[in-house]
């Protein structure tokens, strides 16, 4: 008999022979961010550059958990889509709209909650979010944007003057990340946020990658040579390349790596041509170190036995355009800027190899964070955790369509508002500074752009004017109005905007 009650507490409790499992702590969360290094530059996503960006370690991720599709974030531009992935608030609730605003460290967001929950925070590398960090039993950050080479990152004892780090900023963030594990108290789950500052502008890169793709010409995307709103329809003339081969040919202060640049003798289309394959080489060079740090992360856990008990995530902070439509930069609706490349690895949970479908924001993040460490989620945030989803387990009033605001107003690239679903894409330029930090006062007309992304997924042509569409833009714009509303983006301190609305509704 006492053979029998010790057999039974064996497979009930210690769980060997049946292969039940002794409960786990919650999981450690490390999650590793990128700068603007957007969905095309990562080889897994369908692109021209897939056959030649260097990813063995982000592939491994993929293979060895899920690939996100369809994430975006709300607002495309650094400073807000931190903010959201802190705080899981749109920007007119967390107050971050434009790249001027800090985040207030009184304000409350995902790593206190994690901290008060019994998770060892910490954060390294870029912030940019203004103020000191908090929330976190630790920080390291780079002042701003920082700088590549011999980085300086300010901790909370030295603040005011930082401390130099020599070597490549990817290298020095990576191995301050480890260190930090290595150091750490042990006896908690952690929550480690390491924010790469590659691959922003101006895409430089360690001196072991300067002649990579020296030798490649590299494939162009099918819009690289739209030079206006003649052919496309488009209502704005956007951040054009010629603005970074002006940059190149300048390169005041030898701010671009590389050797000098001309596009002397050349006419308009070799000239983007040569432009573009300097960007996107730099571009990839960069990308390619961000692939070896994560690997050391990876290669950490595997050591110490963390890897089965770890979620692991890396994304960018939005996307970015390297040559599509003829741009740079980000901040548009479009979907190479509005895109969020995600992959996450939890073994314990999710299965390998997989993809997912369904639509996720930035929102979602702190929520997914909470749900893992088995925190409740505030009433204040405004995503939802799609842990179950990851799991093949979607729910059925899982979001089919998505609200976006940029609110940065400039001339070239005005402030706008859109509806994004399954299928279609509507923008609303409404055009007004708003008189927030770093807008341009100069106000642009009203304007609309649609999109069939099934029939232009590439978003070549403006279809707002077909009366093919006529029932479809209705019904959308309707919907895009209740989900501003639903999203409590009222604009109640912004009269202008609702004024406009009317008129062009």
Known sequence: MILRVLFLSFVFFGGGWFGCKTPQSPPNILFILGDDHTSQAWGLYGSVLDSLVQNHHIRRLAEEGTLLNNVFCTNSICVPSRATILTGQYSHLNGVYTLSEGLDPEKDHVAKILQQGGYETAIIGKWHLKEKPSGFDYYNVLPGQGRYHNPILKTAENWEEGKEYKGFSADVIGDLAVEWLENRKNDQPFFLMCHFKATHEPFDYPERYKELYSDVLVPEPENLLDFGTQTSGRVFSGQVLEILQNRYEMNQGNRYPGPSFSVEGLDSIEARRKVYQKFVKDFMRSGAAINDNIGKLLDWLDRVGETENTVVIYTSDQGYFIGEHGFMDKRMMYEESLRMPFVIRFPEEIKAGKKLDDMILNTDFAPLFLDYAELSQPG???????????????????????????????????????????????IFYYGQPLDLPGTHSETTDPSWEFYDLSDDPHENINQYRNPKYSNIISQMKKDLLEEKERVGDKDENFPIVNQIIKQNW
């Open 380 to 426: 204040y945030m405004q995503g939802r955790s799609f842990r179950k989803n990851l799991q093949g387990k979607s729910s059925e009033d899982w979001r089919t369509q998505m609200y976006y605001r940029y609110w940065l107003h400039q001339k070239q690239r005005p402030a706008h508002f859109g509806l994004r679903n399954d299928r279609y894409k509507l």
